[in-house]
């Protein structure tokens, strides 16, 4: 595998974000975001490395897209698996006492896939319904 390049240009005074990326010695593709979040780190020499420029909510919708990708055929197994374990252990680093009912990670990251979301918090479907509802009407009276 060639050596990956990418290049990040953050002007905070115009609010803009370029990234560059490709392989060394390619031309770079050049892309212009709405916010970044670069996260690294090793736990076993606990060195880390965080930076976020923008809108949390771009770059959850970014994660997002990149978990459904993943299951998408475009993502491949190891994307699938690499996504999966994230998002496990961001669960996890949230709440410690995330999967002591009893379930795996596996099972976890399934229950927050499932379109029936009532499952997953725990709430009765009206109480979800009556949520939505309400979200829906402050939509239309704020458009």
């Known amino acids: 595998m060639a050596k990956q390049i990418l290049i990040i240009t953050i002007d905070p005074d115009n609010k803009t ?9 390619a031309v770079a593709q050049e892309v212009f975001l709405q916010s970044l979040a670069l996260f690294g780190g090793d736990a076993k ?5 965080i930076k976020m420029f ?16 993943a299951h998408s055929a475009e993502g491949g197994p190891a994307l699938n698996s690499f996504y999966k374990q ?3 252990h961001i669960c996890q680093i949230i709440d410690p006492k995330a999967f002591e009912n009893g379930i795996t990670a596996e ?3 399934n229950r927050w896939e499932n379109p029936d979301q009532t499952k997953w918090f725990g709430m009765d479907s009206e109480d979800v319904l ?10 239309k009276w704020t458009h």
Request: proline share 0%.
């Open 17 to 25: 974000i370029s990234l560059q990326h490709g392989e060394e010695g």
């Open 45 to 49: 020499s606990q060195e880390v490395f």
């Open 54 to 69: 923008g809108a949390s909510a771009d770059a959850a919708w970014a994660y997002a897209q990149g978990y459904r990708i």
């Open 86 to 88: 994230c998002s496990a």
């Open 107 to 109: 099972e976890a990251v």
């Open 130 to 139: 009556a949520d939505k509802q309400i979200s829906e009407a402050r939509k």
